[in-house]
């Protein structure tokens, strides 16, 4: 049985526009194409475009996207992979979304959550410099990876929970001055990011250009901006602009 590129975008939810780009850099070809034109999809391509947005919902860029679905061999135990993921991805969001309903909770409450509670599915660890792998777009942020795995590959429990809990400090840090009115430029702000910067130190190696970049990152949808904006709604901003503004004042 085939389906025409239209029933394919309409049972997949993929435009007829993306299906022809796929086509184009080679990622989904379609089983045939007929004497009028049109893309014609059979059952085959239907699991290999399946494979493509799991990939793709899993943060892989559309290269490295081709680069694995060319390379599988085997389609069901590349799902049950897939499928393995998701499932710990699942969990991972779970415990998110758990932190920041709970964070809510306290601040209604007017109460202070406890400083080794916020971070919990937060946690730089193993499983963090993992799903950063796979989120890796280009070889900038493959290269501060690989630093990541190169230079904890020998920590154990204590050195992550270590970190974590100085992070979770000077985030506790910068809240405060945040909601004391201290100005994202002020000296009082710039001696925290001193700090913060010396704890990135220990797992890479940002340049300014790097450090801009994360600093942009902060105000971009993502399960980090979210537990920054259960705490405070201005506290992804107030970051951003202080880590900017220290990248142009002491980053030269």
């Known amino acids: 049985m085939s389906w025409s590129i239209q029933q394919v975008a309409r049972v997949s939810g993929v435009t007829a ?22 893309r014609y999809y059979e059952h085959a391509e239907l699991l290999r475009l399946q494979e493509i947005l799991l990939l793709r919902e899993l943060g892989l860029d559309l290269a490295t996207i081709g680069a694995v679905v060319n390379a599988q061999h085997d389609p069901i135990e590349a799902l049950r992979r897939y499928h393995l993921r998701l499932v710990e991805e699942r969990a991972r969001l779970d415990r998110l979304s758990a932190t920041v309903a709970a964070t809510i909770q306290r601040l209604e409450e007017g109460i202070d959550m406890p400083v080794e509670d916020l971070f919990k599915g937060f946690e730089f660890s193993p499983e963090y410099i993992e799903r950063e792998a796979h989120r890796a777009r280009d070889t900038r942020d493959q290269r501060a990876v690989t630093e990541m795995q190169r230079i904890t590959a020998d920590w154990g429990d204590e050195e992550f929970r270590s970190f ?8 506790s840090r910068m ?3 945040l909601r004391d009115g201290v100005a994202h430029d002020d000296e009082a702000a710039f001696e925290v990011l001193d700090e913060d910067l010396a704890l ?16 942009e990152a ?28 220290y990248a142009n ?3 030269q």
């Open 218 to 245: 902060l105000t971009e949808p993502s399960e980090w901006n979210a537990h920054m904006v259960s705490l405070d709604p201005r506290l992804p901003a107030y970051l951003r602009d202080a880590m900017l503004a």
């Open 17 to 38: 526009r993306t299906l022809r780009y796929y086509d184009e850099i080679g990622l989904l070809q379609p089983a045939r194409v007929g004497a009028n034109g049109y």
């Open 200 to 215: 990135q130190r220990k797992v890479w190696s940002p340049d300014r250009d790097g450090y801009v970049r994360l600093a």
């Open 249 to 251: 004042a002491r980053m």
């Open 164 to 171: 974590n809990a100085e992070g979770a400090q000077l985030e």
């Open 175 to 177: 809240l405060a001055l």
